[in-house]
Nanobody, 112 residues
Framework: VQLQAFGGGLVQAGGSLRLSCVGSGNFDSINAIGWYRQAQGNLRELLASITRGGATTLVDSIKGRFTISRDNAKNAVYLQMNSLKPEDTAVYYC???????WGQGTLVTVSS
């Protein structure tokens, strides 16, 4: 199943964005999907994940600001990002956990 991320853009610090991750194929077959990001000069990091049943994990740097959710009927996973900071600037990707290939990411730029 190939997943693509959408919804990035330019936002001021303190603002919000909602990223969408949409998949084709047998979306229900995916147990866990993760949101990742890669800032310029940094390694790609896993931010959050959600299982088919809705169990979530988030890294400490985004807890209280970002929320991950999943809509299996729409073949979609979302990342609601609030209280954005300049250090959140990165290309954001979604991918099934453990899958080897990456889809197209979406750029989020947070201005100070």
């Amino acid at each position: 199943v190939q997943l693509q991320a959408f919804g990035g853009g330019l936002v001021q610090a303190g603002g919000s964005l909602r990223l969408s991750c949409v998949g084709s194929g047998n979306f229900d077959s995916i147990n866990a999907i993760g949101w990742y990001r890669q800032a310029q000069g940094n390694l790609r990091e896993l931010l959050a994940s959600i299982t088919r049943g809705g169990a979530t994990t988030l890294v400490d740097s985004i807890k209280g600001r970002f929320t991950i959710s999943r809509d299996n009927a729409k073949n979609a996973v979302y990342l609601q990002m609030n209280s954005l900071k300049p250090e959140d600037t990165a290309v954001y990707y979604c991918k099934p956990l453990g899958a080897p290939s990456w889809g197209q990411g979406t750029l989020v730029t947070v201005s100070s």
